[in-house]
């Protein structure tokens, strides 16, 4: 769905305002640099040689310093460097960034901090030099366990180096996840559950697990619309994602979002609060945050260019702050969001919630959902059951009332 948009807001309209009861906070820190560039992605992602020798810990620093004003109060309990390839940025800029997220709101002696890992970039003594900066929490992207997969998919590292990225990542770190993209072109459900058990055999205690997704401009758009590679069809992705969660709900990891699972105690905390519609400041180019405030809640969207966004924040010029957008989202916008979050999660979302922010729900399209086994029957709570998941965006517009 659509958000609506709204006129720019100056962020100094946005004082740090103390809301009653603040939603939990987090700190999202982008990275858009990669060594070399997947085909299939359409992060905001740049290659690791168009990074100027610009002094980036000034962009970091003072996106820091802007979003204090937007949400003043702390504790963080969560930070996530995402990209790109964070597991590229000097680990003493990373600790340099925890230790200034501390001085300004106090950083939870529990906190979550998880860094996103390429397995090329994970050698043993880098990994224990990002532990030493502050890292707690390791997703190594592995992708897929088979030669010619990798290959596919532009990765430049094997299945040997992913698996003793894995391994070294489970010495270091209290919390290590990988990632795996399965109904790849060609993939057959054979091929996957062997990949999958694969992968199990590692005990992992988390993994996301993407279907392969065709998105708009980027390589693997242009060379699937040439007819170079077919994707499986509905049918097969649909059998792929029920063995999924089958074998992962067998294996002590069942889902507890519509692509990650879990072992109890060890769902992402960082995503779950987002899900949940916790606050998180974006931090780093394209980076998108969500602040409670006094006022609503406010919506960020960096500038996604790293040089505009470094650039702005060097001058500084008329306060400026590194943003392409701040904006106070509209009761819509907040419905919608809530819906749209929530419902990715098993746990789905609190009546009481919705009831409380307001939502508008079609009660009568709600009761025909749960008839037909796609949203769960307890009436305490919206949840999308398992056949659901599969219809998630249909489901989600149809329980919001026009
Ligand atoms: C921001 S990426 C970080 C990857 C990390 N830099 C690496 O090289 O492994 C997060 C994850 O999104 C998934 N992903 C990205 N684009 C995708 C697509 N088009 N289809 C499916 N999964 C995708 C990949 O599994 C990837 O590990």
């Known amino acids: 769905m659509p958000f609506r948009t709204a006129p720019m807001l100056s962020l100094s309209l946005w004082p740090g305002v103390l809301v009653a009861e603040a939603p939990q906070l987090g700190v999202y820190i982008h990275w858009p640099f990669c060594a070399a560039i997947c085909p299939y992605c359409d992060f905001n992602v740049h290659p690791v040689r168009d990074m100027q020798t610009a002094d980036w810990r000034v962009g970091y620093f003072r996106a820091l310093e802007h979003a204090q004003h937007l949400r003043a109060h702390g504790p963080v309990e969560t930070v996530f460097f995402g990209g790109g390839t964070p597991s590229l940025m000097p680990p003493e800029l990373i600790g340099d960034l925890l230790a200034d997220i501390d001085r300004r709101w106090g950083l939870a002696a529990d906190a979550e901090v998880s860094l996103e890992a390429n397995p090329v970039s994970a050698p043993q003594s880098h990994l224990q030099a990002l532990r030493a900066a502050g890292i707690n929490r390791l997703s190594l992207g592995v992708q897929a366990f088979d030669a010619a997969a990798l290959k596919f998919l532009g990765r430049t590292h094997s299945v040997a180096q992913a698996r003793t990225a894995f391994e070294a990542a489970g010495g270091i770190f209290d919390r290590v996840s990988l990632d795996l993209i399965y ?220």
């Open 183 to 402: 109904a790849r072109p060609g993939q057959t459900l054979a091929e996957w559950a062997d990949e999958l058990a694969r992968a199990l055999a590692l005990a992992p205690a988390h993994m996301s697990l993407y279907q392969l997704t065709i998105e708009p401009d980027t390589p693997f758009f242009k060379r699937h619309a040439a007819g170079k590679f077919i994707m499986p069809d509905e049918a097969l992705a649909a059998d792929m994602y029920e063995l999924t969660q089958a074998s992962c709900a067998a294996a002590g990891l069942p889902a507890y979002e519509v692509s990650n699972h879990a072992r109890a105690g060890h769902a992402c905390r960082h995503n779950m609060a987002s899900w949940r519609g916790g606050d998180y400041l974006g931090i780093g180019p394209g980076a998108h945050g969500r602040v409670s405030t006094g006022r609503g809640r406010v919506a960020t969207r960096a500038l996604a260019k790293p040089a505009a966004w470094l650039e702005s924040l060097a001058d500084g010029v008329d306060g400026a702050d590194g943003m392409a957008e701040t904006r106070l989202l509209g009761h819509e916008d907040v419905h919608a969001e809530t819906v749209l979050l929530g419902l990715r999660l098993v746990e789905g979302v609190p009546m009481s919630r919705l009831e409380a922010l307001g939502v508008p729900l079609d009660a009568g399209r709600i009761a025909d959902l749960r008839a037909a086994g796609l949203l769960e029957a307890n009436p305490q709570n919206l949840a999308v059951t398992q056949a659901g998941r599969l219809l998630l965006d249909r489901i989600t517009d149809a329980v919001l009332a026009d």
